[in-house]
């Protein structure tokens, strides 16, 4: 009896090891996603666009994109940098894994139902062609299901009773 629990022990730690794995690869790649922000603007001419903002609706903007860019670094950071903290037992931790997990479902599910009907209706936009944009935007997809998984399965460890 006692190698079972030996062996299941070992097989928790594996888990938990490769759980910390993909955290660390989940939390770059937000990173990476976080200072892709900063050129996003540039690739889809945001300046042109806020233009036809008032000020104030422009700066808004500008602040919201900032501190979604701002979210995802600190997350990616956690991630990247402190793993053991999301897989560590704690009400905190499921809190904070439960509602990434959250954000990323409703990422999943808004990309769709928003953004692709608004693209298929601009044909002659030049910086945003619907034909082109597959490959991005079901990477996009791959990814964010990638997060659910990964964040999911860290959400899921906090509620395994050993």
Same mark, same amino acid.
Request: glycine share 10%; hydrophobic share 55%.
């Given at each position: 009896?006692?190698?079972? *629990?030996?062996a299941?022990?070992?097989?928790?730690?594996?888990?938990?090891?490769?759980?910390?794995?993909?955290?660390?690869? @989940?939390?770059? @790649?937000?990173?990476?996603? @976080?200072? =892709?922000?900063?050129?996003?603007?540039?690739?889809?001419?945001?300046?042109?666009?806020?233009?036809?903002?008032?000020?104030?609706? %422009?700066?808004?903007? *500008?602040?919201?994109? +900032? =501190?979604? %860019? +701002?979210?995802?670094?600190?997350?990616?950071?956690? @991630? +990247?940098?402190?793993?053991?903290? #999301?897989?560590?037992?704690?009400?905190? %931790?499921?809190?904070?894994?439960g *509602?990434?997990?959250? +954000?990323?479902? #409703? !990422?999943?599910? /808004? &990309?769709?139902? /928003? =953004?692709?009907?608004v693209?298929? &209706?601009?044909?002659?936009?030049?910086?945003? !062609?619907?034909?082109?944009?597959?490959?991005?935007?079901?990477?996009?997809?791959?990814?964010?299901?990638?997060?659910?998984?990964?964040?999911? %399965?860290?959400?899921? !460890? &906090?509620?395994?009773?050993?």
């Amino acid at each position: 009896m006692g190698n079972g *629990a030996g062996a299941g022990k070992i097989a928790a730690r594996g888990t938990t090891l490769m759980l910390a794995l993909l955290l660390r690869l @989940s939390g770059a @790649s937000l990173i990476v996603l @976080s200072l =892709f922000h900063g050129v996003l603007g540039r690739v889809l001419d945001w300046k042109k666009d806020t233009k036809k903002l008032t000020p104030l609706n %422009a700066r808004i903007f *500008a602040v919201h994109t +900032f =501190f979604i %860019a +701002f979210v995802l670094l600190m997350l990616g950071l956690l @991630s +990247f940098g402190y793993p053991r903290l #999301l897989l560590d037992r704690s009400d905190l %931790a499921r809190l904070l894994l439960g *509602a990434v997990v959250l +954000f990323w479902v #409703l !990422r999943l599910v /808004i &990309q769709p139902l /928003i =953004f692709d009907p608004v693209m298929r &209706q601009q044909p002659g936009e030049p910086r945003v !062609r619907w034909e082109g944009t597959w490959v991005i935007r079901g990477g996009n997809m791959l990814l964010w299901i990638a997060y659910i998984a990964v964040y999911g %399965a860290a959400f899921l !460890r &906090q509620w395994r009773h050993e």
